[in-house]
């Protein structure tokens, strides 16, 4: 088995905000035109980050999970794409967080089959957030 060519781990949001809002604004802002004022929500000092660093420490991939349990800001930079990268952040937040039962987010329709891979099953009907298709889903592993 190869070894991943990155690593990942909980950073706070103090420490580094201009990585993670870096990632962010290339992935959300720039190619999916989120409307920046959509994506500065003013939540982030109060969510736990984690981030995805290459072996040079190039930051590459992020996410957040609030203090309500809602997993979002998923991001992985365009060429570290389908590494697993996604996986490992999902699954950093996923360990990390105390009451597993309570954890949600709302998916962009075309990541739903990734979330639910992860555990995640779709709740309700499908609407839209920042003009991109989303539904609700809720951590229910499989025992």
């Known amino acids: ?3 991943p060519d990155y690593s990942i781990g ?18 959300f802002i720039d190619e999916q035109e989120v409307p920046p004022e959509l994506e500065w929500d003013g939540r982030d000092e109060a969510a736990v980050h984690v ?6 420490g190039e930051a590459i991939g992020t996410a957040r999970l609030l203090p309500e349990g809602q997993i979002g800001r998923m991001a992985v930079l365009q060429p570290w ?23 949600f987010l709302n998916a962009q329709t075309s990541a739903e089959s990734f ?3 992860h555990g995640f099953k779709a ?9 991109i298709p989303h539904i609700r889903m809720r951590y229910r592993p499989s025992r």
């Open 1 to 3: 088995m190869n070894r």
């Open 10 to 27: 909980l950073v706070r949001w103090q420490d580094a905000s201009d990585e993670l809002s870096a990632i962010r604004r290339q992935v």
């Open 51 to 56: 981030i995805a660093r290459s072996m040079e």
């Open 81 to 103: 794409r389908k590494r697993g990268i996604g996986s490992g952040l999902l699954r950093c937040l996923i360990a990390h967080a105390g009451e597993k039962e309570r954890l």
């Open 115 to 117: 979330y639910r891979h």
């Open 123 to 131: 709740e309700g009907a499908v609407f839209m957030e920042a003009g």
